[in-house]
């Protein structure tokens, strides 16, 4: 079964307790459809995921940009990062 890779940093990594998860790939998995997957697995980032960016393939996706996870994907879940 083909699959992709989600990354986690900061806060996300942080509610998650992992760096990294598998997910199996299936068909039409958007941003919306991602974080009910990241949801459903790790309830603690339901604060989180309202304010991160994803980048998939170290490529920031914009949020009025439209994108579906590919088989063998890698996506970044990257909070906000303050300054200082």
């Known amino acids: 079964m083909p699959q992709f890779s989600v990354l ?13 998860d598998k997910f199996e790939w299936s068909e039409g998995i958007d941003a919306q459809a991602l974080k009910q997957l990241l949801l459903d697995r790790h309830p603690d980032l339901t604060g989180v995921l309202n304010t991160v960016m994803f980048a998939v393939n170290m490529e920031y996706m914009e949020d009025n940009q439209p994108w579906t996870v590919q088989p063998g994907d890698e996506v970044a879940i990257i909070p906000p990062v303050s300054g200082g």
Not at 8 to 20: L, N
Request: charged share 30%.
């Open 8 to 20: 986690y940093f900061a806060s996300a990594k942080d509610a998650s307790k992992v760096e990294s």
